[in-house]
Each structure stands twice: as C-alpha cells, then as structure tokens.
C-alpha cells in the first residue's frame, strides 16, 4: 500500500524556521514528483511548493513563499522535506504532500495521485 506520513509540524515563532519531512512507501520514489500544498481554516487548500522527480533539480514555488521556503527530497530516504524560514501568521495551515508521476513537476492538485494525511502549523507572537 502507497503511504505518504507528513511529521515535523507544530507551534513556531515568527521569523523562526520550521522543517516538515514526508516519508513515503510503497512507490518508487524517486519516479515521483513531490508536491506540498496547505489549507488555512475558511480558505481552499493551496499550492506551497514543489519538486520534480529524479534528481530533484527543478523547484516551483508559489510566489507567497518565494525565497523563504525551500522544497528538496532525499531518494535514498524516500523522503521530501520543506523548509519553512522567515515564518509569518499567513504560513499558520494544516500542510500536505502528495506525489505525482504524469509529470516531471506540476503545481496543480487535481494530477497528485497520492496525499497524506496533513500535519499542522501554527505561528506564535
């Protein structure tokens, strides 16, 4: 069975940095590419970030995040992480990653074959 597990959620200071990981099984990985997408109380899930498959060289990133996130994956853990720096109150969400192999790297949800179960993020003071 394919399992995606989010972890590494929880309360952050902002301005202080954060490091979500997800863990996959059950798929070759490395075929996949990783999508984070994130969902604030009252709004739609949105598009975070992105990395292609392979050796991970191509990042998207919605422009909310540009320069204060970073994207990156590990093959041989079968696990892709994102970096949060610089966090605000807007970055506050439940955070998901899914994966994809009809692409290279794509930002829209509706490709992402498999999604895990979401960790939350909050941001204090």
């Known amino acids: 069975q394919v399992q995606l597990v989010e972890s590494g959620g929880g309360s952050v200071q902002a301005g202080d940095s954060l490091r979500l990981s997800c863990v996959a099984s059950?798929?070759?990985?490395?075929?996949?590419?990783m999508g984070w997408f994130r969902q604030a109380p009252g709004k739609e899930r949105e598009f975070v970030a992105a990395i292609s498959y392979s050796g991970g060289i191509t990042k998207w990133y919605a422009d909310s995040v540009k320069g204060r996130f970073t994207v990156s994956r590990d093959n041989a853990k079968n696990t892709a992480y994102l970096l949060m720096n610089r966090t605000t109150h807007a970055d506050a969400a439940v955070y998901y990653c899914?994966?994809?192999?009809?692409?290279?790297?794509?930002?829209?949800?509706?490709?992402?074959?498999?999604w895990g179960q979401g960790t939350q993020v909050t941001v204090s003071s």
């Open positions: 059950g798929l070759t990985f490395s075929s996949y590419g």
């Open positions: 899914a994966a994809q192999e009809r692409y290279a790297i794509s930002r829209q949800a509706f490709l992402y074959e498999y």
